[in-house]
């Protein structure tokens, strides 16, 4: 049987990327988004519903998030589902949760203070953004195959 692990969000930060290091020298930012989503009820009446995502970024990726992001800002990202393991010091239970491991990233605002990051990432267009009209992202089909199955997957170029 074929797998995949694919996950790909928009959202906005929660809180300020917390970065660290291992021993080795390696980057770490620990980020968490919300991913809003609203509908209407049968009775018409809008509703909203948030979900809180944790997301870790390792090497360069981090360090520039870390540097660029702050909380509230819009983020799309792609990664990999990844469940963390491990045993409570305290009560020696087993404890477990649900991460995304980032593997490519845009900003997407372009709000832009002082020192800020660029408003999106050099793939998506060569021309400044038109002050008044929010980037336009194009996308590029992504066929798979798995045995006979055929699956439709849009990426952002």
Request: proline fraction near 6%; hydrophobic fraction near 40%; aromatic fraction near 8%.
């Amino acid at each position: 049987m074929a797998n995949f692990n694919k996950v790909i969000l928009a959202g906005n930060l929660t809180r300020d990327p917390e970065l660290r290091y291992t021993p080795k020298g390696t980057a770490i930012a620990r980020i968490g988004m919300a991913i809003n989503r609203t509908w209407k009820n049968e009775a018409g009446e809008n509703q909203e519903e948030v979900t809180f995502v944790d997301i870790d970024a390792f090497g360069r990726q981090a360090e520039v998030i870390a540097q660029y992001m702050k909380k509230g800002r819009p983020f799309l990202m792609e990664g990999r589902l990844k469940l963390d393991q491990w045993e409570d010091k305290n009560t020696h239970q087993k404890q477990s949760k649900m991460k995304v491991v980032l593997e490519s990233f845009s900003f997407l605002d372009s709000n832009r203070e002082p020192g800020a990051a660029p408003a999106r990432s050099a793939a998506l267009s060569r021309h400044p953004p038109h002050p008044l009209r929010p980037t336009r992202v194009r996308l590029k089909k992504t066929t798979f195959h798995f045995d006979s199955s055929l699956i439709f997957i849009p990426h952002i170029i």
